[in-house]
């Protein structure tokens, strides 16, 4: 009889094998190390990271646990049920709820994705430090929240989205199976931020010309998957190019502090990138003079799926383009009465140029009337009159093309983990 401890480590070994395969690839990448995971719990998220495309649909947020800790919202904000829906330990933002709002996002509607809970931090004694071996000279940086706040300040407008915004609909359009927090349209928030910006802050900390990678590490608790595999802090590596550009220490948001949910008191803000590049309560930023990984640039954020190299895509970096009705689902319109529809699109790549709208399956389409200004990395107000005829189920559809002269398109390519969805939506309505 083969006992349990031989076999496992036969699937191991096998499994071993797999690693040194894939980690050999990253090495000629770059000279790659696991940051912060051990090489056993490495070995387990690349077995299941392999194992992922043949797992049934998991719709419903990925039951995530604080270290020693019980499963709860982990939400401060109140969170009424006209504007959100509860994912787990997540909220999504009701689309309907936005059309009382603004250009810019409330926080009272602003989605959350949280891998734990919201930590209550105490801005007096929190404080950043700055560390690693792409600094000049030795010894960590340390900057309070006073220093942040000394250095000039930067205020930019921009959404965070979560790459998997939209993931839902690869399953009830496109029949795809995919795993994570089946979100609809609502992971998304455009907000102003107000901080400094992370560039000013590396060059005061002696960034050096042989960085690479910065690494910011978030102080919310550590987070360990459903099969208790603990991954540490959540943290995902940015290129020094775009930790240079135009990342933001945020400490403001809408020009009040930031609020507990969204990172209080300083957040990193990546504009147009995955929500998960927008680390917040950041507590440290390594800067290295090699490429760094984290399980957010390994096994999640990439394309995995048939269409994909075994190691997935490269890591994800810009979100991409989208279209939202300010509508309920299965909203009730009365017929013969002219409607004016609202909605939202928004563009990772470029300015939103132009936004189409179809009641009739795609045979007609009508140009929306954009509101806003459009720019690239924030959202463009739209409506348009609609008057229907005739009562029964209908399905509205809005397509919007950028400045890279990309247009939503019908279907997106499957990937495992059902990131960045970007084709039409079909929002069923009926017709009273
Ligand atoms: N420290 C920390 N930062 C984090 C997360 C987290 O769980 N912990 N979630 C990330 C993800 S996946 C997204 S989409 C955004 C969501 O930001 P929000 O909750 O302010 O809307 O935060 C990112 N930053
Ligand atoms: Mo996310």
Same mark, same amino acid.
């Given at each position: 009889m083969i006992s349990r401890e031989t076999s496992e480590e036969a699937s191991e070994e096998a499994s071993e094998e797999e690693y040194d395969r894939r980690r050999h690839a990253q090495w000629c990448a770059g000279e790659a190390r696991a940051d912060g995971v051990a090489r056993r719990d490495m070995l387990r998220l690349l077995a299941a990271a392999g194992a992922a495309a043949t797992l049934p649909p998991v719709l419903g947020a990925p039951r995530a646990q604080a270290a020693g800790g019980a499963?709860?919202?982990?939400?401060?904000k109140p969170l009424p049920a006209d504007r959100f829906t509860i994912r787990g330990t997540n909220a999504e933002t009701?689309?309907?709820? #936005? $059309?009382?709002?603004?250009f810019h996002t409330p926080a009272s509607h602003f989605f959350v994705r949280n891998h734990t809970a919201t930590p209550r931090l105490d801005a007096k004694t929190w404080s950043l430090k700055i560390w690693g071996d792409? #600094? %000049?000279?030795a010894g960590t940086r340390e900057f309070t929240l006073a220093d942040l706040k000394r250095l000039p300040s930067t205020t930019r407008t921009a959404f965070v989205e979560c $790459?998997?915004?939209? %993931?839902?609909f690869f399953t009830t359009q496109q029949g795809g199976e995919v795993s994570g927090t089946a979100w609809t349209l609502g992971a998304i928030g455009n907000a102003r931020w107000r901080g400094v910006r992370l560039s000013e802050v590396l060059r005061r900390a002696g960034?050096?010309?042989?960085?690479v990678d910065v690494l910011p590490s978030g102080l919310d608790a550590e987070y360990v998957t459903d099969d208790g595999t603990n991954l540490g802090r959540v943290r995902r590596p940015l290129p020094l190019s775009k930790a240079m550009d135009d990342v933001i220490l945020a400490y403001e948001m809408n020009g009040a502090p930031l609020p507990a949910d969204h990172g209080y008191p300083v957040r990193v803000l990546v504009p147009?990138?995955?929500?998960? $590049?927008?680390?917040?309560?950041?507590g440290d930023i390594e800067v290295s003079s090699t490429p760094l990984y984290s399980p957010w640039n390994t096994r999640f954020y990439r394309l995995f799926g048939d269409q994909y190299p075994p190691e997935g895509s490269a890591p994800l970096t810009r979100q991409t383009l989208k279209s939202a009705f300010e509508l309920p689902w299965n909203a009730s319109l009365p017929a013969a009465t002219t409607h004016h529809l609202t909605g939202r699109s928004w563009s990772a790549a470029g300015a939103i140029t132009r936004v189409d709208i179809s009641a009739d399956e795609g045979r007609t389409w009508h140009r929306a009337h954009l509101k806003d200004t459009p720019h690239r990395a924030t959202w463009t107000r739209w409506t348009t009159p609609w008057r229907p005829n005739t009562p029964g189920p209908t399905t509205l559809l809005a397509r919007a093309t950028d400045t890279t002269n990309h247009t939503q398109p019908e279907t997106t390519a499957h990937n495992t983990q059902g990131y960045l969805f970007d084709a039409v939506v079909r929002h069923a309505v009926r017709v009273v």
């Amino acid at each position: 009889m083969i006992s349990r401890e031989t076999s496992e480590e036969a699937s191991e070994e096998a499994s071993e094998e797999e690693y040194d395969r894939r980690r050999h690839a990253q090495w000629c990448a770059g000279e790659a190390r696991a940051d912060g995971v051990a090489r056993r719990d490495m070995l387990r998220l690349l077995a299941a990271a392999g194992a992922a495309a043949t797992l049934p649909p998991v719709l419903g947020a990925p039951r995530a646990q604080a270290a020693g800790g019980a499963v709860a919202a982990g939400i401060v904000k109140p969170l009424p049920a006209d504007r959100f829906t509860i994912r787990g330990t997540n909220a999504e933002t009701k689309f309907e709820a #936005l $059309a009382q709002t603004g250009f810019h996002t409330p926080a009272s509607h602003f989605f959350v994705r949280n891998h734990t809970a919201t930590p209550r931090l105490d801005a007096k004694t929190w404080s950043l430090k700055i560390w690693g071996d792409g #600094l %000049r000279g030795a010894g960590t940086r340390e900057f309070t929240l006073a220093d942040l706040k000394r250095l000039p300040s930067t205020t930019r407008t921009a959404f965070v989205e979560c $790459a998997g915004n939209g %993931r839902s609909f690869f399953t009830t359009q496109q029949g795809g199976e995919v795993s994570g927090t089946a979100w609809t349209l609502g992971a998304i928030g455009n907000a102003r931020w107000r901080g400094v910006r992370l560039s000013e802050v590396l060059r005061r900390a002696g960034v050096s010309r042989h960085a690479v990678d910065v690494l910011p590490s978030g102080l919310d608790a550590e987070y360990v998957t459903d099969d208790g595999t603990n991954l540490g802090r959540v943290r995902r590596p940015l290129p020094l190019s775009k930790a240079m550009d135009d990342v933001i220490l945020a400490y403001e948001m809408n020009g009040a502090p930031l609020p507990a949910d969204h990172g209080y008191p300083v957040r990193v803000l990546v504009p147009a990138w995955v929500g998960i $590049a927008s680390i917040k309560w950041v507590g440290d930023i390594e800067v290295s003079s090699t490429p760094l990984y984290s399980p957010w640039n390994t096994r999640f954020y990439r394309l995995f799926g048939d269409q994909y190299p075994p190691e997935g895509s490269a890591p994800l970096t810009r979100q991409t383009l989208k279209s939202a009705f300010e509508l309920p689902w299965n909203a009730s319109l009365p017929a013969a009465t002219t409607h004016h529809l609202t909605g939202r699109s928004w563009s990772a790549a470029g300015a939103i140029t132009r936004v189409d709208i179809s009641a009739d399956e795609g045979r007609t389409w009508h140009r929306a009337h954009l509101k806003d200004t459009p720019h690239r990395a924030t959202w463009t107000r739209w409506t348009t009159p609609w008057r229907p005829n005739t009562p029964g189920p209908t399905t509205l559809l809005a397509r919007a093309t950028d400045t890279t002269n990309h247009t939503q398109p019908e279907t997106t390519a499957h990937n495992t983990q059902g990131y960045l969805f970007d084709a039409v939506v079909r929002h069923a309505v009926r017709v009273v």
